[in-house]
């Protein structure tokens, strides 16, 4: 068995054929360990990794907080690391898996890079300024349209934000809603 065809979710490793795992599925878990790397250096976890002809060529994790730079999102970070990994903007033939809905920064961001899909986890439910992710990746006013796929390991991604910002209230005093 390669090293590729097993993966860590939470504690214990399960083998992608043994347990009908789908790729979706494989690399939104590995995008949920970079969301948790965020939450233990006390930022909102969110994971990002792309992919390329099947091998992770980047990933990132929220580092807004900690890097006092409200552009440093695990998607952006991510698709910084890989137009340097390829030397290339055009991030073609790429796919993004994301364990949240990716922001209008993001969302335009996957658009400019080129990237052939946004796989997110979480989905937002509170639309911003721009309307949602899928409206702007799908948007015929811009050069180019991105698949968009969301509620892979939703349940999962939901959790970590969910656990993450009841601890957060509870350390600052609130009540928890």
Avoid at 21 to 45: D, F, N, Q, V
Avoid at 146 to 151: I, K, Q
């Amino acid at each position: 068995m390669s090293a590729a065809s097993f993966f860590v979710i939470k504690s214990f490793v399960v083998t992608c054929e043994a347990n009908g795992i789908s790729g979706h599925e494989k690399y939104m878990a590995i995008a949920l360990s970079e969301a948790r790397k965020a939450a233990r250096i006390g930022e909102t976890p969110v994971g990002a990794v792309i992919m390329k002809d099947g091998k992770i060529i980047s990933r990132g994790y929220n580092r807004v907080e900690s890097g006092r730079d409200p552009t440093l999102h695990a998607e952006m970070i991510a698709i910084r690391r890989a137009a340097a990994k390829l030397g290339a903007w055009r991030l073609i033939g790429c796919t993004m898996y994301v364990t949240m809905e990716p922001c209008s920064m993001c969302a335009g961001a996957a658009v400019l890079a080129r990237l052939d899909a946004v796989v997110a986890g979480a989905e937002s439910d509170k639309p911003d300024a721009c309307g949602n992710a899928k409206d702007i990746m799908a948007s015929g006013s811009l050069n180019h349209r991105v698949n968009y796929t969301a509620g892979v390991l939703s349940r999962e991604c939901t959790e970590l934000l969910s656990d993450f910002f009841k601890e957060l209230r509870k350390a600052c005093g609130e009540e928890e809603r």
